[in-house]
């Protein structure tokens, strides 16, 4: 059973800071690549940053380039978002997920697992 569990969502005020973590059980998490996505109310879901398995290679969003930074842990099987320079657009849930089907990076039909997601509210 894979699972798994996002935090370290929250308020926040448009310039700040916040830093989410997934934690991932069940599976052998070091030889898939993780993505982050958000989905705000209204839209639909859209890819926000990846991490390739050996944390060689990342990708972003335009809208969160320079701003954001994805990472990995293998050993602790986590995979962690920096979110600086917040602005209120940002503001959504967050989910993270495990790409184990082929296609690109940025599609969310190429993960298979997903979280339950962390609500990120940035204030103006």
């Known amino acids: 059973q894979v699972q798994l569990v996002e935090s370290g969502g929250g308020l926040v005020q448009a310039g700040g800071s916040l830093r989410l973590s997934c934690a991932a059980s069940g599976r052998t998490f070091s030889r898939y690549a993780m993505g982050w996505f958000r989905q705000a109310p209204g839209k639909e879901r859209e890819f926000v940053a990846a991490?390739?398995?050996?944390?060689?290679?990342?990708i972003y969003a335009d809208s969160v380039k320079g701003r954001f930074t994805i990472s990995r842990d293998n050993a602790k099987n986590t995979v962690t978002l920096q979110m600086n320079s917040l602005k209120p657009e940002d503001t959504a849930v967050y989910y993270c997920a495990i790409k184990s089907y082929s296609g690109d990076l940025f599609r969310p039909a190429a993960y298979s697992y997903w979280g339950q997601g962390t609500q990120v509210t940035v204030s103006s």
């Open positions: 991490i390739v398995w050996s944390g060689g290679r990342t």
